[in-house]
């Protein structure tokens, strides 16, 4: 009997006969496949969603310092994503990942997951292994003007070993392009858990930079002496407005002590022979004979005529703190001798915000009370309109000394009050970032890290070229000379027209872009029956300027419209017919066009700008988008804003953000505020209302391609 001997054995076409196989299984099950995994995506989406929401109600309570309400946030948090993570384990779902139209859904749900978990893991960190610092300790505690900062040091260190570097890889691997077809509701998690990422990291590294910076500027190590000054909106500057009140602010290792504040006036060295000025008291600074050595020969060139440099009623012209700050102190030290190690600014509205948690009013000597209204002391909240109008109605241009009296007398209270403590630690801590964020409040320093960290969290003024946005800035400065700034109305149409859209060697997304802006002042302001500090003008056409020899009630304004060095002028108009006083002109690395508009009593004006340049744009997922930055100046009133964007030819727009904005609400006209409307008609992005704050308004743009898939 023969043995019957086994063909030999091919392996490779067994590994494919198997490969075949199983291919088809896939293949055919995938149908069913794909329906236990829509069942799922639609639980994990919903999930994901919660999960978000809740993470939001955290920082609600840690902002409110409220530790048990965070926990239960974080707690639903946690369990949300604990069930998404168990159904994206699942078998089905380990199948569905080798199927070639499911693969890529699943490893990208699975990376949206590892991203949200990674961010609640943060979140986890930061409430659980900082409960007591937060709960018992994180109480920054001012006592008669001394600042415990043992809290502000454990934070720092807290914030400086929080674990970012998981939620990095892990946002960075679902920030990737992704070219196969995806889902809507994974395309939908992917954007809102990267907004997520997002947000967290951009509060982490807000925080990390301003705990690190905090010490230093307290004087932890040794004192710091900063030039503390109110800028009053009522007469408005670069920065936000004429320097009426100022004094010295020392910090000594937490413990704050503020010098007698003194007021100034323009018109306090007007008796004084031309080239001689008081310097032996700090309320006698005016106009130096000479400017302070090592000026920057830009800023001496473009504020030449004004003096600016060696002026402190001009010092402030230029909107950007930075670069006013140091011309501040080289000022004072060329005045005084004396060195200072930095520039804290505030304007009424925002010691209003800061005086809000220390009581709701501040005591009036009792000689002034009975004769303007307050023997029961100035409410808090009506400190920014008494202090920039209603004071002049009684004390007006003849009586300047006992205003400046009272105002020195109310600027010494509030500062006191603010510094000296006994308020809540939440309370003025969401105080200042309101103050901070409409730049009511703003700060320079000479210390490196104490500045990047200011400027980490927009307190610094900065008027910067952002990156990867267009920007534009519209600034006034009053050359009337009257505390008009708080009753006018401003108003801005923007008309941004985007064309072209190229992609460079490097990847970079960028367009053709030609905008529009047209510039109207409503100025309510009577010809009489007001004090002449409120309607006077100094302006006298063709002469030099003298005080109040103008029409009474007319303002004049000079408008500086900044936007990006790329940007060229095509068209100027003004409704007066007067030209532009600068037009070419380059300052910062900006482009930068003057105008002087002179407005009527009861009357309105306004001036139009076209220009056009190459604009960048940026990928952003399933879009490009572009942003326009309207950065603010700080003011009492609002700026009211009309804004259309209109995409290139081909595209179409998919969605319109606005962020920040502020309450968009004050003084003047628009005062009491315009609801904004952000809206796309008949594919064009429109947005309108009135803003307080910087705003970032984001286009996202389809490209063409896009659009005819989805028709």
């Not at 590994?15 to 639980?43: Q, T």
């Not at 230093?216 to 009140?245: K, N």
């Not at 927009?458 to 400065?477: C, F, I, K, V």
Request: charged share 25%; glycine share 10%.
């Amino acid at each position: 009997m023969s043995e019957r001997s086994d063909p030999p054995q091919d392996d490779g076409l067994a590994v494919r006969l198997v490969a075949r196989v199983l291919l088809a299984v896939i293949l055919i099950g995938g149908p069913i496949v794909l329906g236990w995994v829509a069942i799922d995506l639609l639980s994990v989406r919903q999930s994901l969603v919660t999960a978000r929401s809740a993470m939001a109600e955290v920082r609600g309570a840690l902002g409110e310092v409220d530790i048990d309400e965070a926990q239960r946030s974080l707690a639903t948090a946690s369990e949300e994503l604990d069930d998404a993570t168990r159904r994206a384990g699942r078998f089905s779902w380990t199948i569905a990942s080798e199927v070639p139209y499911l693969g890529p859904t699943v490893t990208v749900t699975r990376e949206v997951i590892e991203v949200a978990d990674a961010a609640v893991e943060i979140a986890e960190l930061t409430v659980t292994d900082g409960q007591q610092l937060l709960a018992q300790g994180f109480d920054v505690a001012v006592v008669d003007g001394h600042v415990d900062l043992q809290p502000v040091l454990d934070a720092r260190d807290l914030v400086a070993a929080m674990p970012i570097e998981r939620l990095v890889t892990a946002r960075d691997r679902l920030a990737a392009p992704q070219e196969a077809w995806l889902p809507d509701v994974v395309k939908d998690g992917r954007a809102d858990v990267l907004v997520l990422a997002d947000d967290t990291l951009a509060t982490l590294q807000r925080a990390e930079a301003l705990t690190a910076a905090l010490p230093g500027f307290l004087g932890v190590d040794g004192e710091r002496r900063y030039f503390i000054g109110m800028q009053t909106s009522a007469e408005l500057r670069g920065t936000g407005g004429l320097i009426g009140f100022w004094g010295v602010l020392s910090v000594d290792d937490g413990r704050a002590t503020f010098g007698a504040g003194e007021a100034y006036d323009p018109f306090d060295d007007a008796g004084l022979p031309e080239g001689e000025t008081r310097v032996d008291r700090i309320r006698s600074i005016g106009l130096s004979p000479v400017n302070p050595p090592d000026v920057d020969e830009a800023f001496l060139g473009r504020y030449a005529t004004t003096a600016a440099a060696r002026s402190f009623p001009n010092v402030n012209l230029d909107p950007d703190l930075p670069t006013v700050g140091k011309a501040i102190l080289d000022l004072f030290e060329l005045q005084t001798g004396e060195r200072l190690d930095g520039v804290v600014l505030l304007d009424p509205p925002g010691v209003e915000r800061l005086l809000e948690p220390t009581g709701d009013t501040l005591p009036v000597s009792a000689d002034v009370a009975a004769e303007v209204g307050l023997d029961d002391g100035l409410p808090v909240d009506a400190f920014a309109r008494f202090t920039t109008d209603e004071i002049y109605d009684t004390f007006g241009f003849d009586r300047s000394d006992d205003r400046k009296e009272l105002l020195r007398e109310l600027g010494d209270t509030a500062f006191g009050r603010i510094f000296a403590g006994g308020w809540s630690t939440p309370d003025m801590v969401r105080a200042i970032a309101e103050a901070t964020t409409e730049r009511h409040l703003q700060v320079y320093s000479t210390d490196e890290e104490v500045q990047a960290g200011f400027h980490a969290v927009n307190a610094t003024g900065s008027l910067e070229l952002p990156e990867d946005a267009d920007l534009l800035a519209l600034t006034a400065n009053n050359v009337v000379g009257g505390k008009q700034d708080v009753h006018l109305g401003h108003r801005s149409d923007v008309e941004v027209v985007l064309d072209e859209v190229q992609i460079g060697a490097d990847g970079s997304v960028w367009a053709l872009r030609w905008f529009g802006v047209s510039v109207h002042v409503d100025n309510p302001l009577p010809a009489s029956g007001r004090d002449l500090y409120v309607i006077g003008n100094c302006y006298v056409p063709d002469a030099v300027n003298r005080c109040f020899e103008g029409e009474p009630g007319t303002n004049r304004t000079w408008f500086s419209l900044w936007m990006s060095p790329q940007s060229r002028t095509t068209r100027f108009l003004s409704e007066d017919g007067t030209p532009p006083t600068r037009i070419a002109g380059t300052f910062r690395d900006l482009r930068v066009i003057d105008h002087f508009l002179l407005t009527p009593s009861e009357g309105a004006s306004g001036f139009t700008v076209e220009a056009a340049g190459r604009v960048p744009l940026r990928r952003d997922l399933d879009s490009v988008v572009y942003e326009l930055q309207w950065w603010r100046q700080a003011k009492a009133i609002p700026d009211l804003l009309d804004v259309t964007v209109t995409p290139p030819p081909g595209w179409a727009i998919g969605d319109v953000e606005v962020v920040g904005g502020g309450s968009g609400r004050g003084m003047g006209v628009h005062g009491e505020g315009v609801d904004r409307v952000v809206e796309v008609v008949d594919g064009v992005a429109h947005v309108r209302g009135t803003f307080t704050a910087d705003t970032r308004l984001l286009v996202h743009l389809i490209d063409p391609a896009d659009v005819d898939d989805q028709s």
